[in-house]
């Protein structure tokens, strides 16, 4: 599983997206209200970190780490 926290996902979504999907607003939105929304319920209703064998930090997008689920 590759993890992210939520602010840097939607810093890196709007950065990639901005322009090619729709202007910043629309994209910060999207991110915001339905995607990070989607993603926590599917966290919570899923607990993909206690499925995953091996978890890729991926804040460091130059440097990800790996740990073991908790």
Request: hydrophobic share 35%; with cysteine.
């Amino acid at each position: 599983m590759v993890d992210v926290d939520p602010e840097t996902s939607i810093a890196r979504s709007v950065a990639r997206d901005t322009g090619v999907l729709g202007p910043r607003d629309l994209i910060l939105r999207k991110c915001s209200e339905r995607y990070e929304p989607a993603w926590l319920l599917y966290e919570e209703r899923e607990n993909p970190n206690g499925k995953a064998d091996i978890i890729v930090d991926n804040r460091s997008i130059v440097c990800p780490s790996l740990r073991t689920p908790d």
